[in-house]
Nanobody
Framework: VQLQASGGGLVQPGGSLKLSCAAS????????IGWFRQSPGKEREFVGA????????AYADSVKGRFTIARDRAKNLVYLQMTSLQPEDTAVYYC????????????????WGQGTLVTVSS
């Protein structure tokens, strides 16, 4: 599967942004799709993921209640809707795919899209 993340940009604190992860080559529902982010000098951090098949969703505590993941099977897309954005959310955001059970560890993901930069600043 090939993945492509898009939708990043500059947004003011308190604002919203919607990222998309487009999958090609296989149905997006055949994989657990995770969102990760990485800011300079920090390790890649789990943001959230939607499991293959049934689509149960897990979020990092830092984004719970602010970020929402959704899957569109018809368009073969996974979205990351981000609201109440804060400067600490500034990072390059990546989507990735795995068939592993563990969804919070980036090492479990085999396929990665290129990142999309989200900058939260006034």
């Amino acid at each position: 599967v090939q993945l492509q993340a898009s939708g990043g940009g500059l947004v003011q604190p308190g604002g919203s942004l919607k990222l998309s992860c487009a999958a090609s080559g296989r149905p997006v529902s055949a994989y657990t799709i995770g969102w990760f982010r990485q800011s300079p000098g920090k390790e890649r951090e789990f943001v959230g993921a939607i499991r293959q098949g049934g689509g149960s969703i897990a979020y990092a505590d830092s984004v719970k209640g602010r970020f929402t993941i959704a899957r569109d099977r018809a368009k073969n897309l996974v979205y990351l809707q981000m609201t109440s954005l804060q400067p600490e959310d500034t990072a390059v955001y990546y989507c990735a795919a795995t068939i592993s059970v563990g969804l919070r560890d980036p090492k479990n993901y085999n396929y990665w899209g290129q990142g999309t930069l989200v900058t939260v600043s006034s």
